[in-house]
């Protein structure tokens, strides 16, 4: 086997890993709160020791809300920034289409979405640092963009992207958990996206 073929599947395995304490984490928050449940609980339930618990995250919180943002944003940067400038339609088309790659690898389960915005309300803590999160990594996309595209960091189209994927990651993960969907994420993504376009190709009257 290839040291290629050994890492990736390292990976994975990682990635699911961190997923699963995730998933369970964000379950027993949004049923018992914070102070509900203990870390070696979490463990048990992946059947992972309390060490790889913080190899992977530093707290309960970080792993309530997923954080992992390192190795995840450099992945992402990368493969962004290697499609090159283009014109300002296809930076939308390139973000949207590594969003439904990072979440098709994921597998993404919409009772764990549920969970975390269960988990969200029931800890206001939890949900500002989710808020300031968001917010920082809105700051890092414009700047990828900016990079992306040879643009002045004040690019109001730069900032408009990143409003309208904001935007539609939101209303799809709305729908993606309402129990009569029956549709994967990225359906519902890629959906959203083509009705956008319908509407913004109307003429401005």
Known sequence: MSESATTSRVERRMRKTAANLTAVSRRLTAERGLAGFTIEEVCSAVD???????????????????????????????????????????VLNDLIDLAIQ????????????SDLMVALEREPRLLARFIGLSRDRDRQLRGLIVERQGVDGDDPRAAAIVSIVGSLMKSTADTFVDPANDQDFAVILSSSLDAMRLVLAVPTP
């Open 102 to 113: 990072h979440i098709e690898s994921d597998e993404m389960d919409p009772r764990e979405h």
């Open 48 to 90: 992972v020791s309390r060490r790889t618990f913080f190899n992977y995250f530093a707290s309960k919180e970080d792993a309530v809300i997923g954080v992992n943002p390192d190795d995840e944003y450099r992945l992402f940067a990368e493969k962004f920034l290697a499609r090159g400038a283009g014109e300002w339609p296809q």
